[in-house]
């Protein structure tokens, strides 16, 4: 990993700066522990400008995890689910306004038939599509979807937008994240229940049902740097794809929920949709060309002896057409 910190160059040794050898795993040691305190004070408390860009996506984040929570308690998980894939229509739109990104007519177009999905489902929830709860608000649900989304959509790209325009490593982004949401989520806690925590203990309610959410949750955390890391973008539409199948197959066997042709119709243009968007640029130039030349001779070839026009990248890992997560930009050695 390259040496870190506000500046984005290896300080020399003094008091307040630390290498990046000890922050690599493995390394761990009296002296390795101490250079790590001394490199946090620096990064986080002395270089505080920098820390306090990330309050706004730490706020937002810790908004979102809450909203999720609203919006699952008033939904079934299968129309939560497949809902919750607004995310990339709002994180797409954020990034062409954000980063001037530009998206092509495939991925306009899976944009489109992921909200006609989304908006075919909200209509069989509206009409009623089996029964639910009597303390579910559908309407709630959906606002508190919307709103994660929104809030998904805007705090990812406004991530990116921080770690492209420093040289901070993602690990020490993710930990003045980390303090900033614990923060937030404490002072959350002690403004909504804060008598009952004084009451009966911080960790009273904690089932093994809520711990297995909780470590779920962590686990998920952890596994985002791995796919973004080493899956390509059409294997994260079939695990997209595969949630929604796997959610409405638990839905049904937990909650007895109800599988009509509406919502059937609805979930498979969203899976068509993930799956058309999260083709690589040079696979989706592809299917256009195929479509362009069933329709007729639209042929250009290469003149001879000249080099082939340049491909935008597509090697697995790369973010740029990554709509799904949290944008953790994992900094090449060196850079």
Request: charged letters at 10%.
């Amino acid at each position: 990993m390259a040496a870190v910190g506000s500046g984005g160059s290896t300080a020399a040794a003094g008091p307040g700066t630390v290498s990046a050898g000890a922050l690599e795993p493995g390394t761990a040691s009296a002296g390795n522990v101490k250079h790590l305190v001394l490199f946090l004070h620096e990064a986080v408390l002395v270089q505080y400008v920098d820390t306090l860009k990330l309050a706004v996506p730490s706020l937002i984040y810790t908004l979102q995890n809450n909203l999720q929570y609203v919006a699952i308690s008033n939904l079934p998980a299968a129309t939560f689910q497949v809902t919750y894939q607004l995310k990339i229509l709002t994180t797409a739109l954020f990034s062409v306004l954000m980063l001037n990104r530009s998206l092509s007519r495939l991925q306009w177009a899976s944009l489109l038939l992921l909200f006609t999905g989304v908006a075919i489902v909200q209509a069989q929830q509206a009409g009623g599509g089996g029964p639910r709860p009597l303390d579910q608000n559908p309407g709630a649900g959906l606002a508190a979807v919307v709103a994660s989304c929104l809030s998904s959509g805007f705090a990812g790209v406004y991530f990116e937008k921080i770690l492209k325009g420093s040289s901070g490593s993602v690990w020490l982004r993710n930990l003045q994240l980390g303090l900033f949401g614990t923060a937030l989520g404490l002072v959350g806690l002690w403004w909504a229940e804060g008598t009952a925590v004084a009451r009966r203990g911080f960790f009273f309610g904690y089932t093994p049902a809520v711990w297995g959410v909780v470590l779920n949750q962590a686990f998920g955390g952890l596994l985002v740097a791995v796919v973004v890391k080493y899956a390509d973008n059409i294997l994260k539409g079939f695990a997209t794809s595969l949630s929604i199948v796997l959610s409405t197959v638990a839905s049904i066997r937990l909650f007895g929920f109800h599988v009509d042709p509406l919502f059937a119709l609805g979930a498979g243009l969203v899976i068509g949709a993930v799956y058309l968007y999260s083709l690589p640029r040079g696979a989706a130039k592809a299917i256009a060309s195929a479509s362009g030349s069933a329709s007729g001779p639209c042929t250009h070839q290469q003149p001879p002896g000249q080099p082939p026009p340049p491909q935008l990248s597509s090697h697995r890992g790369d973010l740029s057409t990554e709509p799904f997560l949290p944008k953790l930009l994992t900094k090449v050695k060196g850079s």
